[in-house]
Nanobody, 118 residues
Framework: QVQLVESGGGLVQPGGSLRLSCAASISIFSINAMGWYRQAPGKQRELVATFTSGGTTVYVDSVKGRFTISRNNYKNTVYLQMNSLKPEDTAVYYC????????????WGQGTQVTVSS
């Protein structure tokens, strides 16, 4: 069982910044892919940014140029730096990890609320 512990959400004004953290309970080198999803009220969960199994990064178009995903391999932690936040970024943000070869298992964090409002 893999545990993902998120932190860093909160209330921020439009144009502000937040940094989310997701700490994994296993070595990050054992994880195929790891990243962030979000779910706004009444909407489906969507990919925000992720490290792929090939080591590249993928971002949803709406956050390109504003959000940056990064990781600290020694801390088994992935970060999401969110700048120039907009009200439409308001959502619960979930950390996601894919573990295992050849059968991959998907794990989710508990979610952290991000609210962008004046």
């Amino acid at each position: 069982q893999v545990q993902l512990v998120e932190s860093g959400g909160g209330l921020v004004q439009p144009g502000g910044s937040l940094r989310l953290s997701c700490a994994a309970s296993i070595s990050i080198f054992s994880i195929n892919a790891m990243g962030w999803y979000r779910q706004a009220p009444g909407k489906q969960r969507e990919l925000v940014a992720t490290f792929t199994s090939g080591g590249t990064t993928v971002y949803v178009d709406s956050v390109k140029g504003r959000f940056t995903i990064s990781r600290n391999n020694y801390k088994n932690t992935v970060y999401l730096q969110m700048n120039s936040l907009k009200p439409e970024d308001t959502a619960v943000y979930y950390c996601n990890a894919e573990v295992g070869i050849p059968t991959a298992y998907i794990y989710w964090g508990q979610g952290t609320q991000v609210t962008v409002s004046s």
